[in-house]
T-cell receptor, first 114, second 113 residues
């Protein structure tokens, strides 16, 4: 059972369209991160959300953490070809003794066509 | 420049020939980790280290070894590689996982024939 479910797995849209990617779980997370990975490179952190209900904006990207800290969404407005990539969510949970475990979703592969 | 450096970036080897993938970070991070990324399976953690001389298994540790003798270095060792270890490997580091903010290397693509 995948702890963090991302949807959709694949998304192909035209430049200028809006889109939303979802990251869902039945577990509560102390924080949740979104990363973007381009071909041939490692994932790069986009944002961290910590508080339930928190909304963060990064230019045309809007990230929201669910009130119960179990889910998150990433909304992109007016997508551009440069937004193409694999979007990964990751949740941090307290595994005891002040240690935290990070779990990744399988990712959403976004293609924005010119 | 803050970075995580992995070497080699690409490697083709044969079954049973021991190899080491090096990882070095210049951010004085205590936490370091190795992941493998495979199509349809996502990122899976192999081993991680909370600090010098402190290492622990992740979700898929079989066939791998690690060591953490210095804070900046965290090499991944494949004592006897097998074809099912063909994968894209990432090293990552962090100040701490409460905020889960990992800095990743550029990846090492390994092919075992």
């Amino acid at each position: 059972t995948q702890l963090l479910e991302q949807s959709p797995q694949f998304l192909s849209i035209q430049e200028g369209e809006n889109l939303t990617v979802y990251c869902n779980s039945s577990s509560v997370f102390s924080s949740l991160q979104w990363y973007r990975q381009e071909p041939g490179e490692g994932p790069v952190l986009l944002v961290t959300v910590v508080t339930g209900g928190e909304v963060k904006k990064l230019k045309r990207l809007t990230f929201q953490f669910g009130d119960a800290r179990k889910d998150s969404s990433l909304h992109i407005t007016a997508a551009q070809p440069g937004d193409t990539g694999l979007y990964l969510c990751a949740g941090a949970r307290d595994s005891g003794g002040s240690n935290y475990k990070l779990t990744f979703g399988k990712g959403t592969l976004l293609t924005v066509n010119p | 420049e803050a970075q995580v450096t992995q070497n080699p970036r690409y490697l083709i080897t044969v079954t049973g020939k021991k190899l080491t993938v090096t990882c070095s970070q210049n951010m004085n991070h205590e936490y370091m980790s190795w992941y493998r990324q495979d199509p349809g399976l996502g990122l899976r953690q192999i081993y991680y280290s909370m600090n010098v001389e402190v290492t622990d298994k992740g979700d898929v540790p079989e066939g791998y070894k690690v060591s953490r003798k210095e804070k900046r270095n965290f090499p991944l060792i494949l004592e006897s590689p097998s074809p099912n270890q063909t994968s894209l490997y990432f090293c990552a580091s962090s100040f701490g996982l409460f905020r889960g903010e990992l800095f990743f290397g550029e990846g090492s693509r390994l092919t075992v024939l």
